[in-house]
């Protein structure tokens, strides 16, 4: 950490200093500021600062691009800042922007955190599901068993972990959220529908129609299967986060300690249960239902679109929209298509950076373009599109171009995520069907490989790669963060 000690100091001086900073938080590249006055920051000093790629601005975030050790950075520049990680964010901060911008930073503020772990459970997942689909595990015997506990507790106990996340970013005790969570995949009452006969049925005749095994002082309560579920235990979050704090304005501080908690919960539980979870259970499966269908329509332009337009959905944070329906997919039905379209984007990255690499006649450039390459290859595209496509235009054009074939050549052969598995080559195990082996996975095989060669032949050919021999200001960047 000593390392990024004078980078993370120059950083909390130019984001206007400490004094100026809500909150921050970090991705797999960046520093994601929640900054009271963006006026304040030096944006083109950060720019062009030795260890930091770029500066972008979106979803109400001021984001530093740092690259790889973005998480070396972030612990410099929370013990720098005496910012903590745990504190509630922006409890009374009172966000600014349009609702889409504030959404874009309430599903990023969310999932962030978790994406690394949730990443890795995936691949675990994806990786157990490979070795028994070649024959080197029998999913009968033990170590597949245990591998599939490791990759599956995530995942089956997800709403606890966005009880703590959500909790946290609505500015509530995260702790509170959590114990929402684990009441709503409370062994006990999951497992009430299959062991008891229904006193009645509600909404009969209609997509809703529900039994109803339990009353909750006489109002019937609707058991759902919360486990792996992502919608109903953040819209809980959100309304207890409120109940919370109206509770700690109005109890006395003697008794304010086990009082605020005790009735939050007491409230917000049986409410989760008896509306919030059914409505928003229901919500989750309609929009898994819609997002399929679009897909259905025409998986070639679902591709195309998706695919190609991934990196700059990416450059402007636009992408947190599409991550939590992708996640509401697999808990939802157990497949996704959405994410699955994005798969081809870093190979046709690592393609271009190739091109680049080996074409060049700047020394410097040749030397960025090795690690960048490698980068796009684990998925990691910051390093390559702000460093070195996104400079030369051209070659970044060209990207999008491949990632879009790629993208619809995924749509034509039925590729559809079925854990959410890692970046990259990573993401390739994620893609084995539970039957075993099939075209969707070969199809993805096939999609990455054209994606790369094509980004690689066209940003050979048209990519104007000597044509400025100068090094850009964003490469010098590149550089020191490599």
Known sequence: MMKYEQLAKDIIANVGGKENVNSVVHCVTRLR?????????????????????????????????????????????????????????????GEKGNLFNRFIDMISGIFTPILGVLAASGMIKGFNALFVAIGWLDNQGGTYQVLNAIGDALFFFLPILLGYTAMKKFGGTPFLGMVIAMALVYPALEAIPKTAEPLYTLFTGTMFESNVY?????????????????????????????????????????????????????????????????????????????????????????????????????????????????????TSQGWDPILALIFVHSFALAGAILAIWIKTKNSNTKTLSAPAFISSLFGVTEPGMYGIALPLKKPFIFTLISSAIGGAMLGIFGTV??????????????????????????????????????????????????????????????????
């Open 417 to 482: 995520g079925y854990e959410m598995g890692g970046l990259g080559v990573f993401q390739i195990p994620s893609f084995i069907s539970p039957e075993g082996i099939d075209m969707g996975l070969i199809g993805a095989i096939i999609a990455a490989v054209v994606g790369m060669v094509l980004a690689f032949v066209l940003t050979y050919l048209f990519g104007g790669i000597n044509k400025n021999q100068e090094e850009t200001t964003e490469k010098k960047q590149l550089k020191s963060k490599i």
């Open 214 to 330: 339990i009353e909750f002082f006489g109002i019937p309560v609707i058991l759902m299967t919360y486990s792996m579920s992502v919608i109903p235990i953040i819209v809980s979050a959100f309304f207890a986060a409120k109940l919370e704090r109206f509770f700690a304005r109005v109890i006395p501080d003697v008794v304010k300690v086990f009082l605020v908690p005790m009735f939050t919960l007491l409230i917000i539980i049986p409410v989760t249960f008896i509306v919030i979870g059914p409505i928003a259970t229901w919500a989750s499966q309609l929009l898994g239902q819609a997002t399929t269908s679009i897909y259905e329509l025409s998986p070639v332009i679902a591709g195309a679109f998706i695919g190609g337009l991934w990196l700059v959905f990416v450059m402007f944070g636009l992408h947190w929209g599409l991550v939590p329906i992708g996640i509401n997919n697999f």
């Open 33 to 93: 500021f929640k900054l009271k006055d963006e006026k304040k920051a030096n944006t083109e000093i950060l720019k062009n600062m030795d260890g930091v790629v770029t500066v972008m601005k979106s979803g109400g975030q001021y984001q530093v691009v740092i690259g790889n050790h973005v998480p070396d950075v972030y612990k410099a520049v929370t013990a720098e800042g005496g910012f903590s990680s745990d504190q509630p964010v922006e409890a009374d901060s």
